[in-house]
Structure formats: C-alpha cells, structure tokens
C-alpha cells in the first residue's frame, strides 16, 4: 500500500469517487488548473473535465447554495472552501437551505452535498485562515459534522460523506495535511460516519479528541504509559451526530475523562461531551470531566497561536489532575 | 468633451415591455399567444382563483386558523404569467409571495394552506416534484437556481430554472452571486425580481440607487428587461422569450416585474404605517385583473355569464380545499424526526422515542 499525506488522501477519494459516479462534481475557488491552495484537488480537473471540476467566482455563499441545487437535482457535489475562516457565508445555506430542505419538503428534495474547507489553527497562516469553529455547525440539526486525523480516515471518510444521502461538512485538519502520513489502500471503501474510533485501547483515563489535535492527544497518551497511566484514546472523527455510545462506554471503564479540542472553551463541543457524560454516565465517574481547550481568545496570529492550541503537556497534566483526584 | 475623448466601450440599453394599458385598450400588436382566447381566460381564471384564494386566507389568518400569510393582491400577474410559460419539466424556485406561480403549476390550495398554517406537509406538494419550496430567507434560492441551471446543462437536459424574488432580493448578494456564475456559464436560468415598489416598508429608492433593476443583468453580462407586471400578457410574452432563449443555449435572461404591492406585505403588516391610503388608491387604477377582463370584454372574449360562474367556481374551488386544509389530521409530534436525515442516526432515536411518550431520552 502507497504511504501518503493526509491531502493525497483527499485527493485520492475525490478521484475515486469522480471516477465511480459522474455525478460527482468538484467546484470552488481555484480547483481546477491550480489544484486548489492546498493541491487537494490536484489533476482532477485534467482527468474529469472543467465541467465536473469547476472554478466558481469568488463567491462562498454561492458555492455552498449552487451545492444545494446541484444536489437537489441528484447531482453529488463537492464544494471546496478555501479556509474555514471563509466559511462563514455559507453557514445562511447551511443552516436554513442544506441541512433542512429534506425536512422541510419531507423528501420530495434532499441534498446529497458535501463542503469541505480547511480546519483548525497551527500553520501560521494569516488572520482568518485558522478557525476552528466546528461547534458552531454540530449545532445545526440535519447536518453531519466530519473531522478525519488521518489518512486513512480521510480517504474512507469522505468517501462515506459524498455517498451519503445528507449534507456533509468535511472538515480537514489543515495542520496535518502534510504531516500526517499513513498507508492507504484505494479500495474504494468508506468508513462509517457517526461511528468514533478508538486509537488505543486504556482503563485509566480516557482521552477523547478530533482532527489534528489528535496528534498531541496520542503524544499525551504515550508520555502518561511512560508513567503508567493507561490512557484511552477516542477519535471522535464525526461531531454530529456523534458517537455518544463509544465515549460512555469508554468512560463506563476508565472513571476518567479529558476532552481536548483547539477550538474555544465557551460552548465548545467538549462542553456538549462533559454534559452528556454528567447526565448518562455520572454514576461512573471517579474524578470530574476536565477539558483542555483553546481559550475564550480569537486565535491569534503566528506569533501567539501555539499558546492558544492544547499542548502535550496541558493535556498530560490535566490526565494526571483528573487520575489522581479523590 | 470632458473626458478628453476617451472611447466608449460599451453601451448598454434597457427595455420596457407593455401591451396592455390600464384601462384595457392594446399599446402594441399582441404577441401571437394572445388570439388564443382559452389562454386568455385561463390566465385571468388563475389570476381570479389567486385573489379569491388570497382573501380567503387572509380570513382564515385573522380568525386564528391560519399563520400569517403573503398575499399577491396586485401583483397577480406576474406569478401566473411566469408559470403560464414554463413547460413541467422546468423547475421553479418561487419567493413566499409565488402562490400564483405553484397553483399554475398543480400545487393544491390545501398544500398552500398547510405550509402557511405551520405544516411542512405543504412542502410535499402536488405540483412538479422536483420544484422549490417557498424561500423565506430573502434572494437565498438564486444560486440554488445556478446549480439546478448547472445540473440542466451538464446533462444536457432542455430545460430551465425559474427563480423568483422580490425588489429587496436584489440588494442582496446572493442574488448576484448567482446571476454572475449565471453569465459566467451561460446558464439555462431565467431570474424574475417581482418590483412591487416596497420591501416591506422600504421603498425601492432606498432599496437602489438604479433606475431599473433589470440593469443589474447587464453586470452579470446577459439581457435585462423591465416589463409592465401589471399586464399578464406582457408578463407572459416576456417569460415566453426569456425561458425560449434560455432553453436554446443562450443563456440567462432576467425579467424585473414593475408592478404595485396593494396589499399589507403579510399579516402581520399594517401598510398604513409607511404609505398613504392615495397612494395604494391611485395603484388600484392599474391592477392586472381589472385590466385584462376590460380587454377580454371588449373582444367578446369574456361574459357577464362567464364572469359569473367563475366567481361561484372560485367560491367553491377554495371552500373545498379550506374543508380539506381544516380536516388534516395533526401530525404526531416526533414526525419531526421524519426526513430529518435519510436514516434517522441512531442516537436521536431516544430523543424520538420521548416525544413519542415512550420513555426518557
Ligand atoms: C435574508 C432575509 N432578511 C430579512 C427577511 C425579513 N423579510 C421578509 S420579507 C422582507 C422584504 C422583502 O422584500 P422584497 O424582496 O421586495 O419582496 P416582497 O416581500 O416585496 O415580495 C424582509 C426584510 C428575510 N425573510 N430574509
């Protein structure tokens, strides 16, 4: 099996999926000849065509709504934000047209799209190229969330995500485009959406993440093994709708939870995580819920942003904290 | 000259379409279409089932039967001409004010009447299915209109998608998004701003500083054409052209609607409190029923007899749907589980459950 990035993952399902289904499109700022600002969508516009891979004007708002009318017509579009902090036009589409016009029409119309963009902070990239306001669309009902942190779960999920029936945000963790690396089949086989993995099987703690921070929540999990703490470890991959049943499971064994994400603390989606652990699995509980987060801060530029993202050592101790707590 | 004789490069013109006057009589030959009287009638048929529908809903809302409701009182002719020239097969992406637009299309009454009384049942409706719902969020639907108009041209299908919105639309960028991916790619979208001079109580001065919006086409790089939306033949032959056009590779057309809002914006608006009583008065004198039955009377193409048994037509035609709209069985409460996503994911199937009083979630 081939080694590659987490973006030549993308890259390969994109292609696979274009060449498994014509109804699959492409479109978004500079997808076509430049292969979009990351290359996730390199060659494809020479292989399928600038009718499939399509340069939209630089409109996000449109990019997201011409999704929703392609998808309403069964075509299975795949729109391309060029960062997530470009995002924000969309969310009119997604919130009042993508996520409900199966509802709201009760079938007759559905929208099989997907909209990726760039997630998350730690590329010392310009303001606004860093968000990572993930919360904000597991909020909306009818909507799936995906975060993949690897490639092979890039490659699997995205796959998922344009076969699935509903609209889907794809969120890729833009600090580990490139640093990521893992082998990948291309076998044309999906992963399952709304199903979390676990990376790593503990009793003590359990640790639970998504996307690139996953990167720091491994590194956490083998610095406490070093200490004899048997951490668990919890890809979330898909916020909404989540796996609610893995992580009280989880927790059901260890006693014990950290919860890390970049984004945010205030209304954060750890806080959704602590409260259904309070409400389903507080008899359980041998310590209170920590979360290790990004702060109630507009993340800063190059300079500060490190200080702003969860470090192995803010996650270590917060474990520790949460193991030695009686 | 003052700019040193610098050369002009482009030049642009907009055109205004008009046959008939206010009181009845033709300003122009009559395009073809118009000597086909059962057209004619049928046209002034649907625009007379809109404003008795529209009464009778506005009744239905003020005794607590009914949400509030947007009614089309004046600007009849602009939803019907429209519909009036599209083929099923087209797809309509009609505003919340498009009632007109539906009913040409097969929408039934009682679907009508659903969706303003807080169903989504309505939305499942009986006209073409692959046709918009109501928008309610302003100018939204225009680039769903560019990515159906995408999905036309990719398959190579004739046919074309009808996006309408109101004058307070185009200020939004939606609606020119849309209209430039439209120009870009030549599309087969036909884009109509119904221009009923308010925006809620926001004139259309303070809405554009254009003296017409069909110019906002010419940004986009296709034709724009102001058309007397009073006049369903106008409309009608204006729509004709434009989906005509767009169905042969032309691409987009946009089609502004000038015509006059009579009515409160919905019922929850009282007009009153930004426009006087003389001024709707004075508009009265040029509304889209009135003038056509003056022409069809003058051509002996419409009766006394005829004007009414359509009136009892009517009468009953919306009676029966409101029976129908007021037996509708509720729906059970976790219906709102129902076509949330195409399986519902199995952890809201206890949030279900509990709505459905079967256990806690
Ligand atoms: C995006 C958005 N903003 C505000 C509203 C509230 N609103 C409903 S109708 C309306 C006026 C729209 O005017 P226009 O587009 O001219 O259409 P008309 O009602 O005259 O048919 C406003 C502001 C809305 N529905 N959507």
Known sequence: MPEMTLVEAVNLALARAMEDDPDVVVLGEDVGINGGVFRATVGLQTRFGPERVLDTPLAELLISGLCVGMAAQGLKPVGEIQFMGFLYPCIDQLVNHASRIRNRTQGRLTCPMVLRTPHGAGIRAPEHHSESTEAMLAHIPGLRVVIPSSPERAYGLLLAAIRDPDPVVFLEPTRIYRAAKGEVEDNGEALPLDVAFVLRQGRDVTLISWGAMLKETMAAADALAAEGVAAEVIDLATLKPYDEATVLGSVAKTGRCVIVHEATRTGGFGAEIAALIAERGLTSLLAPVARVTGYDAIIPMARLEQHMMPSVDRIVTAARQVCQFS | ?361
């Open chain 2, 1 to 361: 000259m003052a700019d040193g004789g610098l050369p002009v490069v482009a030049r642009f013109e907009v055109r205004h379409r008009n046959y008939l006057a206010p009181d009845g009589s033709i300003n122009r030959p009559l395009p073809a279409f118009a000597s086909d009287a059962d057209l004619l009638t049928a046209l002034y048929r649907a625009m007379m089932l809109l404003r008795n529908f529209d009464r009778k809903a506005v009744a239905l809302q003020r005794t607590g039967r009914l949400g509030t409701y947007a009614v089309s009182l004046g600007q009849e002719a602009v939803s019907v001409g429209i519909a009036s020239a599209m083929r099923a097969e087209d797809v309509l992406l009609p505003s919340y004010r498009d009632n007109g637009a539906l009913i040409w299309r097969g929408v039934k009454l009682e679907e009508i009447l659903l969706f303003w009384g807080g169903d989504e049942r309505g939305n499942h409706f009986s006209g073409p299915v692959e046709d918009f719902p109501f928008c309610v969020p302003v100018g939204s639907q225009a680039p769903h209109a560019a990515g159906v108009a995408y999905a036309f041209k990719l398959r190579k299908q004739p046919r074309v998608a009808v996006c309408m919105f109101g004058d307070g639309a185009t200020s939004k960028g939606d609606v020119y998004e849309a209209m430039n991916f439209a120009g870009v790619h030549k599309l087969p979208v036909v884009f109509v701003a119904t221009n009923n001079q308010w925006a809620i109580s926001v004139p259309l001065r303070l809405q554009t500083g254009c003296e017409t919006l069909a110019q906002k086409a010419i940004a986009a790089g296709f034709i724009g054409e102001q058309v007397d939306g009073s006049d369903v033949v106008a409309m009608r032959a204006a729509a004709e052209d434009a989906i005509a056009a767009a169905r042969d590779g032309q691409g987009p057309r946009f089609i502004e609607a000038v015509t006059y809002r009579l009515g409160d914006h919905t019922t929850s608006d009282d007009a009153l409190r930004y426009r006087s009583a003389e001024e709707v008065q004075a508009r009265w004198k040029e509304e889209p029923i009135a003038r056509l039955r003056s022409y069809l009377v003058g051509q002996k193409m419409w009766s006394k007899a005829q004007e009414e048994r359509l009136a009892a037509e009517c009468h009953d035609h919306v009676e029966a749907a409101v029976e129908r709209y007021l037996a509708t069985e509720p729906r059970r409460p976790e219906s709102m589980f129902e076509h949330l996503y195409a399986d519902l994911p199995r952890v809201y199937a206890a949030q279900r459950r509990k709505l459905a009083g079967e256990g806690d979630a």
